[in-house]
């Protein structure tokens, strides 16, 4: 079975700071990775995705991530916060075969932005 | 844009009554899923279709628990009757196929009292 561990319940940063959010997977095959955004009462958000090719994934408002398969993990980072990046953030895994491909999530990590 | 509707957005029920839970996905998706999140967690699968029939509902409390998708396009999600760990949010998603990106509606909150 799959399962997604993100370390910090809660991270908080400076406005400009540089923002790291952890991801680790375990998984017997290195699965579908994706980061989702959600704002407080609203739905999930996709960030970015990784399934196959360049490790370094970009995706939306200035995040990026890689993953790196010897270390199982697919850590969020972003050079400057903004306040507006202030939400709940969450780790995912789907697996590469199979007919199902619901999603595994962290616990997902509450970013805090001080001015 | 096209979002996945969801309706109530909130729904407030007693113990043992019966709930249901409406989920319209984007148009031209065939894969529709369930999630719900507990507070303070991250969702977690319910119930997975591809087009009307059911892919995957594991994890589904099925004594309580149903969830339809007759024609294939929107679906319902019922539980009957509620208990009081029940309360939470119940998110759908949907994607174009299989192993696409999944878009999510906005969510109903549910308290069960």
């Known amino acids: 079975a799959q399962s997604v561990t993100q370390l910090g319940s809660h991270v908080s940063v400076s406005e400009g700071a540089l923002v790291l959010l952890r991801c680790n997977y375990s998984?017997?095959?290195?699965?579908?990775l994706f980061w989702y955004v959600q704002y407080p009462n609203q739905g999930l958000q996709l960030l970015l995705k990784?399934?196959?090719?360049?490790?370094l994934v970009k995706g939306i408002n200035g995040f990026e991530a890689e993953f790196k398969k010897s270390e199982t993990s697919f850590h969020l980072t972003k050079p400057s916060a903004h306040m507006s990046d202030a939400a709940e953030y969450f780790c995912?895994?789907?697996?590469?075969?199979?007919?199902?491909?619901?999603?595994?999530f962290g616990k997902g990590t509450h970013l805090i932005i001080q001015p | 844009e096209a979002e996945v509707a969801q309706s109530p957005r909130y729904k407030i029920t007693e113990k043992s009554q019966a709930v249901a839970f409406w989920c319209d996905p984007i148009s031209g998706h065939a894969t529709l899923y369930w999630y719900r999140q507990i507070l303070g967690q991250g969702p977690e699968l319910l119930v997975q279709f591809q087009d009307e029939s059911v892919v995957d509902d594991s994890q589904l409390p099925k004594d309580r628990f149903s969830a339809e998708r007759l024609k294939g396009v929107d679906s319902t999600l019922k539980i009957q009757p509620a208990e009081l760990g029940d309360s939470a949010m119940y998110l759908c998603a949907s994607s174009q196929r299989r192993r696409e990106t999944q878009y999510f509606g906005p969510g109903t909150r549910l308290l069960v009292l």
């Open positions: 990784y399934t196959t090719g360049a490790t």
């Open positions: 995912a895994v789907s697996e590469v075969g199979g007919g199902a491909d619901g999603l595994t």
């Open positions: 998984s017997s095959v290195p699965p579908y």
